[in-house]
Structures are given as C-alpha cells and as structure tokens.
C-alpha cells in the first residue's frame, strides 16, 4: 500500500494466551491487532491501485511467523522450567557443596522449593545449621548422600 498509514483500531481486542502477550509484548500489538491493521488495509486501499497479492501474502506469513516463534518459544521456556524442577529433584538427600564466598560449606539437601518460577534449596550443613533458599547455582559439587 503506497503512502497511505493505517493505525489499529483503539480498544482491540486482546488474546489472553500466553502467545498472544509475547506477540503483545514484542511489538506493542496483539496478533488479532496485525490482521485488523491488514484488513483496514485492504478496506481503505485505492481501487485503482490494489494492494499486490504477493505481499499480502506476504505480510499474513510474516505475522504466522511471529506467532509460530513466539509459540516455539512459549514450548522452551516450558521445556526447560521441566528439566530445572528434575535437575533440583534429583539433589533431594544429596550432599552439595556450596559456594559461600572465601569458603566452600558442604552439607545435605533437606528440601526444595519452587517459587516464582525459581528453584531454591534448603540445605542442612555438617556444622548443623539449616541454609535455606539457596539458588541451583550456588552448588558446585554434588554427591551421594551420608
């Protein structure tokens, strides 16, 4: 379409999947707001100079594409939040030792927790005190437990 802007219409509606918020997030409109702004497009386009087909094509693929990545990427986020809680669950009675600044602290994972979408510890040291959450990262050794 050439030198005509088009803006969404105000009040869009939005998509409340997880998909739609990253699209949302990402470029400031929802998917459904895209095909509006390509539809008010093919409204208002001047008959004596149509829209091409091949980049309305062009522009609905580009959109399936953003949609098709932001769901890629929904289903890693998911994936690899799985693998963490696996990781962590593994660790349950397993000594650890763990990173404490000059000093390495060794002692027994007691508990886990999932919080926030983060995972922490609560370890019980060899001196006897309960460390309590703890970031995966903090663990620099792992072994079996007693």
């Known amino acids: 379409m050439a030198g005509q802007a088009v803006t969404p219409a105000a009040g869009a509606a939005t998509n409340t999947d997880s998909t739609a918020k990253s699209v949302t997030d990402a470029f400031g409109l929802s998917f459904e707001s895209l095909l509006k702004i390509v539809l008010t497009q093919l409204t208002y386009q001047d008959p004596l100079k149509p829209m091409d087909n091949y980049e309305f094509v062009s522009q609905l693929a580009q959109f399936s594409q953003i949609q098709q990545g932001q769901k890629t990427n929904d289903s890693l986020d998911t994936l690899v939040r799985a693998q963490a809680t696996l990781q962590a669950t ?47 990262t903090s663990v620099v050794q792992i072994r079996e437990g007693n």
């Open 90 to 136: 593994s660790l349950l009675g397993r000594r650890v030792d763990i990173d404490a600044g000059s000093t390495t602290l060794t002692g027994k994972v007691k508990a886990i927790t999932f919080r926030d979408g983060e995972t922490k510890l609560t370890v019980e040291t060899t001196q006897g005190l309960t460390i309590n959450d703890l970031s995966l």
